[in-house]
């Protein structure tokens, strides 16, 4: 027994605890390579590496202009498309973030230990602000607490994204730190796993600028549903550079991302495509990427499109794993509220 008023530190990762994974992505519905290559793709291995949950975030949707049947419709192509990649909800938790209301409550609970100063510096929020035509809402300017309550609200270890979220989870670490300091150990500081090749797979008309569906140019952006004519043609139109050679090497951001993109198409090393194309020209190149790809991203398309008609299938998996993450979230928020001096004292 310990004394009143003394906290006993919540062991947060005992040896034989498993390894808790979380990650969201947004319900654009047009995802890219990018997001298959950076994300989607560790959301899928997450899967044989501990306990996975994997939500859609629609609530953050709601930060820049939308329409509303919109995001319900690109919601489904969302679900449609991860379920598609091998997204298994009978192996892990997948579900739709505002079915959650522990994110918003959390969201609220811990701005209270965010910087202000801190959300001020963020990247993401400097560039998407920028481009906000009308508005420029509080909730691009919040963004990064939501997402920090997504992750600590199931005391998760491990956060897979790609390399333009890293500072939103240093922050998110932040504010977990910064929670346990003020009001006693209880929350998990995760940490983020950014993949080693394609963390930031470029756009291939301007390879100096990430692959996006927002920022993005449209021939420069392989979709993951993109007919196999359409991705050949931007792979043979990418801009490359003056020289000869196909391997990696500043000045040579074009053919860098293409070793990158091809590489984790084939599941080789970078090396290994160096050595293979030693001496080839980049047209053959090209249309080598090209056909790597045509054959990564084709079982996901043809699956999605058996999945997709049937949104009472996809609500219903949803609601499954909506029920799963309020388990978990719920006893979390009530750590939470019982020692930020809400409610009635426990035990
Ligand atoms: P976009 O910029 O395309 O609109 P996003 O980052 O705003 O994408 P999401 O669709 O939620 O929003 O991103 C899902 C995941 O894809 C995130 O983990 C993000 O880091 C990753 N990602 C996005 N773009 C790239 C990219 N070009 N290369 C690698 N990973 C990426
Ligand atoms: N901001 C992320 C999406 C996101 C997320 C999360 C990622 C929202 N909540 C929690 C990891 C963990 C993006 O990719 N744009």
């Known amino acids: 027994m310990s004394a009143p008023g003394v906290r006993l530190p919540i062991d947060l990762r005992p040896v034989n605890e498993r390894l808790r994974i979380f990650s969201g992505i947004q ?46 419709e690109r919601l489904y ?33 811990l701005s209270a230990v965010t910087a202000h100063g801190d959300l001020n510096r963020m990247h993401q929020f400097k560039e998407k602000s920028a ?18 309550a997504d992750v600590l609200a199931y005391r998760a270890h491990e956060v897979p994204v790609g390399d333009d979220q890293r500072q939103h989870v240093e922050l998110m670490r932040e504010i977990a730190r910064r929670f346990n300091e003020r009001f006693g150990e209880t929350l998990v500081v995760p940490e983020h796993r950014i993949p080693p090749v394609g963390a930031r797979i470029m756009d291939l008309q301007d390879p100096t600028s990430k692959m996006s569906t927002t920022g993005g140019s449209e021939q420069g952006t392989v979709y993951v549903l993109d007919e196999p004519d359409a991705i050949l043609k931007k792979f043979r139109s990418a801009v490359t550079d ?12 074009g053919i860098s991302n293409l070793i990158e993109i091809i590489s984790v198409a084939r599941g080789v090393d970078p090396e290994e495509i160096e050595r293979e194309f ?12 090209a056909e ?17 008609p049937d949104e009472a299938e996809l609500e219903r998996v949803l609601a499954v794993g909506a029920e799963k993450a309020r388990a978990i979230a719920s006893e979390v928020l009530a750590d939470v509220r019982e020692r930020m001096g809400f409610g009635p004292a426990r035990g």
């Not at 997450?46 to 930060?63: F, M």
């Not at 420029?136 to 990064?144: E, I, N, R």
């Not at 003056?242 to 951001?253: A, F, L």
Request: glycine share 8%.
């Open 27 to 72: 319900p654009t519905g047009r995802k890219h390579l990018g997001n298959y290559i950076g994300a989607i793709r560790q959301y899928v291995e997450g899967q044989d590496r501990g306990e996975a949950i994997y939500c859609i975030v629609d609530l953050h949707a709601i930060s820049v202009a939308y329409d509303p049947v919109e995001l319900r």
């Open 77 to 109: 192509d969302t679900a449609a498309i991860l379920l598609a990649a091998g997204v298994d909800p009978e192996r892990c938790i997948f579900f739709r973030q505002s079915d959650v209301r522990e994110h918003t409550e959390l969201t609220w609970l």
């Open 131 to 148: 481009k906000q035509r009308e508005l420029v809402s509080a909730a691009l300017f919040f963004y990064p607490v939501l997402m920090a």
């Open 242 to 253: 003056s020289g000869r050679e196909v391997r990696r090497g500043p000045g040579k951001e």
């Open 278 to 289: 030693e001496g080839a020209g980049y047209g053959d190149f090209k249309k080598a990427v």
């Open 292 to 308: 790597a790809v045509i054959d990564y991203l084709a079982p996901v398309r043809e699956r999605y499109a058996e999945l997709r």
